[in-house]
Structures are given as structure tokens and as C-alpha cells.
């Protein structure tokens, strides 16, 4: 089975700087997506960046990007330019190319705080 | 605006008592899930849909009951309320196209069960 590990609960970084989160699957599958989500206080579920695990280029999304390391399973962001709005729980998640329904494996969690 | 739409938005329950949580997407999306999240932990996935008239079970599906009538909505009904059910609910949507790999998830509900 699937497993998602995220080893840092609470992470804090002043605003302006940058900041990376961990991640860590398991998995036997060679197809497979990758996201980051961030959870505000509203919580709302927001899709920050996603990794296609056939691709080798790191993706990026503005101040966002991450770095992919297939063969470690192991899958982290770095938030550059920390703003305030960033300050959030961040889900890092997995999810099977194969199989019918697709369903999200999620990790528990890294609560980020953006300094002033 | 397109999307998902969860309602509601809060409920506090009473031991032994029943509720729907309504789910309804707007993008055609086949595939719906419930997922439940409790304090300090990631979502947990309770029931899925892959197109109307079908469901299927998720990591924690007991106590809960789907349907899928209609492209468009997926409740989940709670029976006999548990405070073990005290959880933020969240609806989500996906597309079957290679842009619709991300989900589209709803706002949430928060429900108290005492």
C-alpha cells in the first residue's frame, strides 16, 4: 500500500524568505502524480503545484517548485519569497496512475507560519 | 462560479441522529469523493463515485451511505450519529481529461456530533 510521510508538523520562516517542506512516498508503481496542497484557515483545499512521476523536470509554479528525487521517493517544496497569505497547512499527496478510482493518499500534514 | 458546493457549512448532530451532507459539482466531472478529516491529520477517503449509478467504498466507510443519481451530486448520509463522526467533511471532484488529474474540492463541512 501507498504511504505518504511528511516528517515536519510545524515549520515557521519570516516573510521574504525561503522555505522547504518535506516529503516522502512509498510506492511500487512507476506511474504515478504527485501534488502539494495548502489548507488556509478558510480551509479550502487549494492545489499548489502537482508532479507528473514520468516527467524529470522539477515543476514550478511561480514562487513555488519542487524538487522530485524519483529514485528516494521524495518529493519537497520550497515556497520562495514567503508571503503572509502563505501561512497555512500544507498537504503533500499521492495519487496511482493505475486503477480506476484514482483516490488521493495524503500525508498528515506540515503547518507553515509566515513571519512578519 | 464553477465548482463544488458542500452544504452545509456547519451542523452539530445529536448521538443517534441522521443528516445528509449535500455535494454538488457544476464541471461534469465523473469521479466524487467524500473525504473526512479530523484535528491534526490528513483527509481520509470515505466513499467514491466514478460516474452515475456507481459507488464504491473507501478507507472508512462505516456508518456512512452514498448514492449517485446524477452526474452532478453525491451526498453522504450519516445514520445513527457517533461522536466518533465529529469531523470536517469535504466533497471533491475530478475530470477525466489530462488537466483534471488535480481535484476539485468543496469548502467543507464541519460537523459535531454530542
Known amino acids: 500500500a501507498q504511504t505518504v510521510t511528511q516528517s515536519q508538523p510545524e515549520m515557521s520562516v519570516q516573510e521574504a524568505e525561503t522555505v522547504t517542506l518535506s516529503c516522502t512516498y512509498d510506492?511500487?508503481?512507476?506511474?504515478?502524480?504527485l501534488f502539494w496542497y495548502k489548507q488556509p484557515p478558510s480551509r479550502q483545499m487549494i492545489l499548489v503545484i502537482r508532479q507528473e512521476a514520468y516527467k524529470q523536470q522539477n515543476a514550478t509554479e511561480n514562487r513555488f517548485s519542487v524538487n522530485f528525487q524519483k529514485a528516494a521517493k521524495s518529493f519537497s517544496l520550497k515556497i520562495s519569497d514567503s508571503q503572509l497569505g502563505d501561512t497555512a497547512m500544507y498537504f503533500c499527496a499521492f495519487m496511482n496512475y493505475a486503477g480506476n478510482n484514482r483516490k488521493l493518499i495524503w500525508g498528515l500534514g506540515t503547518s507553515l507560519a509566515v513571519n512578519p | 462560479n464553477a465548482g463544488v458546493t458542500q452544504t452545509p457549512k456547519f451542523r452539530i448532530l445529536k448521538i443517534g441522529q441522521s443528516m445528509t451532507l449535500q455535494c454538488a459539482q457544476d464541471?461534469?466531472?465523473?469521479?466524487m469523493y467524500w473525504y473526512r478529516q479530523d484535528p491534526g491529520m490528513g483527509l481520509k477517503l470515505i466513499y467514491y463515485s466514478v460516474g452515475a449509478g456507481i459507488t464504491d467504498k473507501g478507507e472508512v466507510p462505516n456508518g456512512y451511505n452514498v448514492s449517485r443519481s446524477t452526474t452532478e451530486d453525491f451526498p453522504l448520509r450519516l445514520e445513527l450519529a457517533a461522536p466518533s463522526q465529529t469531523s470536517v467533511y469535504f466533497c471533491?471532484?475530478?475530470?477525466?481529461?489530462?488537466?483534471?488529474?488535480?481535484?476539485?474540492f468543496g469548502s467543507g463541512t464541519r460537523l459535531t456530533v454530542v
Open positions: 510506492t511500487s508503481e512507476s506511474n504515478y502524480y
Open positions: 471533491a471532484s475530478r475530470g477525466t481529461d489530462s488537466r483534471g488529474i488535480g481535484y476539485t
Open positions: 464541471m461534469n466531472h465523473n469521479y
